[in-house]
């Protein structure tokens, strides 16, 4: 069942100069997408590009400038944790404040309330004013209220980086839940582990428009690149040109057989800080690093080619980019980075049972 | 509209909540607490009473002037407290209004309710003061009920208008405290409205809030009916003005979040 639907929307704001004529900006242009129900849509991109615009338009407190959009009801907006909690009233009277804002009506049954009130770990706190309680507190008890709110679609932007680990963990086994319900969950986060490991789903923003809408892996692994792209193309003098990987026999790889690997870098380093190095890590897909090769620290200034070879790269099935940078020497910032075409290293896989380790190991089993 | 006021009622219990929440804040944190509804407005009557009866008296038909003044500050109070807390029920919600999305007349409507509990409590002052002075007709009393309601949709219609311009346009917030102290003097809180020379009582009267005012007076202490053509044309253009407001409101509430 389609839960949530964008048809050619596009929002523009207005933006006021002191000085000069107000300017349009399109913060997001002819988006067009849907989801299902259970779906966990994962939204990706740079600060600016319009991801939490979209959380706005289906929350519903922003309209569109041009084209519709369908959500189903009721909604609950984690666009912020705690919005309308008042500091000056108690933790009982937020919770019902700030459920009613979410639908769970004032008459909400004490069971729910305890409910709440034991998943933000607030038992003893409860008939204190919130503006005594710490920034964690404020925001689980946020989180407790939404999550627990009977909506069909949830829109969180940001917000799961609050509590420790342990509610960390619990934030995620009851996302999960809610999933399973069959609550449509719309997520924006920086944090890849989140978008790797809970979206079914990505899209891939760049200004205002989706570019990708692809599984989390392939979408976070475009996000990259295009990140690199960004990187070090405003100094000059000093980046990471084409990154070309070869197998054993010198022919370009897109499957690595065997364990041999040569890479030829072009890169820049005429207008580099001295000394720096060339560090070259081998990623893969779900952002490990599963090794790593550095030069020397080089402290003359030179521009060109360099050329890796790899003899014993024994990795188990997956897809593997090569990502190079330049750093320095001492204080080991990146300058300017690249990353190679991806390669797969194949294999049996099993999606259930997620990557095989890190290296390839050989074994043998042995029964008495 | 019908579509607009169905999912008003729907929002009933963020109403209920939101105005809960606005009381409880009033009373909580502050030293007096409740002492706080009884001291404002005495202060308050004992000031024009010293003024308009001591000083530069003023005529009330041999009534007693602090019942006399008491019966124009309780609608003022309900008036111009109500709006002033409008204007800002949306500028104080910023961080709200963006966030989660709820018919955004709530705010506004909630100010109004709070101030309609507080106007209950002032009339019951106001009929202790009565019983005092054995002033006031049983009968007629029923006859506030009306008069309260066209006060009421005038300050929400009032309300909705201030609380959305504020929005829009800054000096709306500025000029609202000063255009309630100048309306004080415009209609009929410490003077009776029969000392403004006949021929520009017409004109006096123009302005709903004051007949609506001078309405509630007669009833409680003049012991007369009101003047039927004065109040009824106040009770259309106060709940004229505030289908119109509502309009207007609901018109502009997309652009709330964007202009916060």
């Known amino acids: 069942m389609i839960q949530m639907r964008f048809e050619n929307v596009s929002k523009k704001y207005r933006q006021r100069h002191a000085n000069e004529a107000d300017a349009d900006l399109w913060a997001l242009r002819d988006i067009n997408f849907e989801c299902e129900a259970g779906e966990v849509l994962g939204l990706v991109g740079r600060n600016g ?301 099993d999606v259930r049972r997620g990557y095989h380790g890190i290296i390839q190991v050989q074994s043998r089993w042995h029964f008495d | 509209m019908w579509k607009q006021l169905t999912a008003l009622l729907q929002a009933r219990d963020i109403l209920y909540t939101w105005t809960l929440r606005e009381v409880k804040v009033r009373y909580t944190d502050t030293s007096l607490g409740l002492a706080w509804i009884v001291l404002y407005p005495a202060a308050w009557v004992i000031l024009f009473t010293l003024l308009f009866s001591h000083l530069v008296p003023v005529p009330v038909q041999g009534l007693p002037y602090p019942l006399f003044v008491m019966t124009g500050l309780v609608p003022w109070f309900f008036f111009s407290n109500t709006t002033s807390n409008c204007v800002s029920s949306l500028k104080h919600n910023a961080n709200l209004i963006p966030k989660v999305y709820f018919p955004r007349e709530v705010l506004p409507l909630g100010s109004v309710l709070v101030g309609l509990l507080d106007l209950m409590f002032y009339l019951l002052l106001l009929l202790v003061a009565m019983l005092y002075f054995h002033v006031g007709d049983g009968v007629k009393l029923l006859m506030l009920l009306p008069i309260i309601m066209s006060l009421t949709a005038l300050t929400l219609a009032v309300g909705l208008l201030t609380a959305r311009f504020a929005l829009f346009r800054r000096e709306v917030q500025l000029l609202v405290p000063m255009a309630l102290q100048f309306l004080m003097y415009m209609v009929p809180v410490f003077y009776p409205v029969e000392i403004v020379p006949v021929h520009l009582r017409m004109v006096y009267l123009l302005n709903p809030l004051a007949s609506l005012m001078d309405s509630f007076r007669h009833i409680l202490i003049y012991n007369r009916w009101p003047d039927w053509r004065a109040f009824g044309y106040a009770s259309v253009v106060s709940f004229a003005l505030l289908v119109f407001a509502y309009w207007d409101f609901k018109r502009a509430e997309p652009q709330f979040a964007d202009r916060l």
């Open chain 1, 49 to 349: 590009c319009g991801k939490s615009t979209l959380l706005k338009l289906a929350a519903g407190v922003t309209t569109p400038t041009t084209g519709a959009i369908y959500t189903v009801k009721p909604i609950a907006p984690m666009l912020e944790l705690g919005a309308g909690f008042h500091p000056d009233l108690t933790g009982r009277d937020n919770i019902r404040l700030n459920g009613s804002l979410l639908g769970l009506g004032r008459r909400m049954s004490t069971s729910l309330f305890d409910e709440i009130v034991a998943f933000a770990e607030l038992e003893q706190h409860v008939d204190t004013p919130v503006k005594h309680y710490s920034s964690g507190m404020t925001a689980r008890l946020g989180f407790a209220v939404a999550v627990h709110s009977p909506a069909r679609l949830l829109l969180v932007d940001e917000v799961l980086s609050v509590g420790d680990k342990l509610f960390q963990q619990k934030c995620l086994a009851r996302m999960q839940y809610l999933r399973d319900q069959g609550t449509t969950i719309v997520l924006v986060s920086h944090d890849d582990w989140w978008i790797r490991n809970f979206c079914t789903r990505a899209l891939l923003f760049e200004a205002g428009c989706i570019v990708s809408d692809t599984t989390p892996d392939e979408a976070l692994s475009q996000y990259d690149l295009h990140l690199y792209k960004a990187f070090g193309a405003n100094q000059q003098g000093v980046s990471v040109g084409k990154v070309e990987v070869f197998d054993g026999e010198d022919r370009p790889i897109s499957e690595l057989h065997g364990t041999s690997v040569r890479a030829r870098i072009a890169f820049d380093a005429s207008g580099i800080a001295l000394p720096y190095q060339i560090v070259v890590r081998v990623r893969r897909q779900d952002g490990v690093y599963t090794a790593m090769c550095i030069t020397e620290a080089l402290d003359t200034h030179s521009a060109g080619k360099a050329v890796l070879e790899i003899d014993n790269l024994s990795l188990v099935v997956g897809r593997y980019v090569l990502e190079v940078s330049l750093e320095d020497a001492k204080t080991h910032i990146v300058l300017a980075t690249q990353v190679s075409e991806t390669f797969l290293v194949p294999g049996y896989f």
